[in-house]
């Protein structure tokens, strides 16, 4: 199976592969992506970059995740939940400002997306009742795949959790053939760069097979709240 992976471009999927993970960071770049990018690079592994605009300054780091073979896909512009949620046409034309910025540093257009807070967040009700519905029927429409988590590494729990704790948060998948792994890529995500060799040494250890998140991939999707 790992002969016939590696005949595959990078990132697709082999029909006599039985058990894939999909690593996904959200909310970069930071300061921390070069470094998730050098663990990635030693270990000859991929993942999926959901990013926003918060730190222009590091936006570089697109292309460079890009070219590097990693996914490269739409977070939202803001990450303002208030702002966002407001509205399903906030939403998108929050969506589609990123969409041009990842366009322009990788030259492809996002097909794929992470809501903030994923599907199935509830703060998206204070501010309009029914758009997480409403917001997922217009991306079927778009042609575009929301993708969620069904791994938490728990990281989102505090500015600095415990690498240990994340790294063993990372690897409660159980048996699951198609694990996506739910990471933060932002400045204070130390930690979560320091729990990464020891997740995909797991990972590699039970034999799965690590790839980028496409419109093909399994995909996984909470159950909507709002």
Not at 11 to 20: M, N, P, T
């Amino acid at each position: 199976m790992l002969v016939f992976s590696l005949l595959l471009p990078i990132g697709s999927v082999s029909a006599k592969e039985k058990k894939i993970v999909y690593l996904t960071f959200d909310d970069g770049p930071s300061q921390n992506t070069p470094k998730v990018l050098k663990v990635l690079k030693k270990y000859h592994v991929v993942a999926t970059f959901f990013v926003t605009a918060q730190e222009p300054a590091y936006f570089k780091y697109m292309k460079k995740a890009y070219q590097m073979g990693n996914g490269v896909e739409v977070h939202t512009y803001s990450h303002d939940y208030k702002k966002i949620y407001s509205s399903t046409k906030a939403f998108w034309k929050d969506h589609e400002k990123m969409n041009k910025i990842v366009k322009a540093y990788t030259g492809h257009s996002s097909k794929i997306f992470r809501f903030p807070g994923g599907a199935s967040n509830t703060i998206s009700r204070h501010y309009s009742h029914g758009i997480m519905k409403k917001l997922a029927k217009e991306a079927k429409e778009k042609g575009l795949i929301y993708q969620d988590w069904n791994v938490s590494s728990g990281d989102a729990a505090g500015a600095t959790v415990p690498y240990k704790r994340i790294a063993r948060n990372a690897t409660k998948s159980g048996n699951m053939n198609h694990c996506v792994i739910l990471m933060h890529d932002m400045r204070t995500k130390t930690t979560t760069v320091k729990a990464l060799p020891k997740i995909i040494k797991y990972y590699k250890k039970h034999g799965y097979a690590f790839r980028k998140l496409s419109k093909s991939s399994f995909q996984a999707h909470q159950h909507i709240n709002n």
